[in-house]
């Protein structure tokens, strides 16, 4: 078997497959950031000397606070008659609250923390009553406190909310 002496240099590739290849990269890493950018949280974007949300007019406060002093009293009879526990009825309650003062303030209370709204400075009453009422009913061990002082919270929130 007779071989050559000489060394033969290996075969280069093409300039359409280097570009190939640096197209597919570039694609691939263009999907990469759309699903990174895709799939982030959204998150609420507060703009600096935006306009606040206005009120709603009288008659709107009026049709909310009589709806939502309601659903409190719906909470309220429902404890009474057993369909609810305490925990359950202050986790009502709770969410009552946060989301009349979102529909009347536009405030996102529903899903901010009991230390994102003492940070924000909100109405005292709302801070007490999930502070006092609430939180400690949903989230400690034992016994839950009495959802008719949490009502009455509820209510003062209701009434005294502007």
Do not use: C
């Amino acid at each position: 078997m007779s071989a050559p002496d000489e060394l033969y240099p290996p075969v280069q590739y093409g300039w359409g497959w280097i570009l190939l290849a640096v197209g597919i990269i570039a694609v691939l890493i263009l999907a990469g950031w759309l699903v990174v950018l895709l799939t982030r949280p959204r998150r609420s974007i507060t703009v600096v000397g935006a306009p606040p949300v206005t009120p709603p007019t009288s008659d709107m406060l009026s049709m909310l606070r009589t709806e939502y002093a309601t659903a409190i009293d719906r909470i309220e009879a429902a404890f009474q008659a057993g369909v609810i526990d305490a925990r359950a009825a202050n986790l009502e309650l709770s969410r009552s609250v946060r989301s009349f003062v979102n529909e009347y303030s536009g405030l996102e209370a529903p899903v901010l923390a009991l230390d994102d709204l003492v940070r924000m400075g909100v109405r005292p009453e709302l801070v007490d009553a999930i502070g006092r009422h609430y939180y400690p009913s949903i989230f400690q061990r034992g016994a839950a406190i009495d959802p008719h002082a949490g009502a009455e919270a509820a209510r003062k929130v209701v009434s005294t909310w502007h």
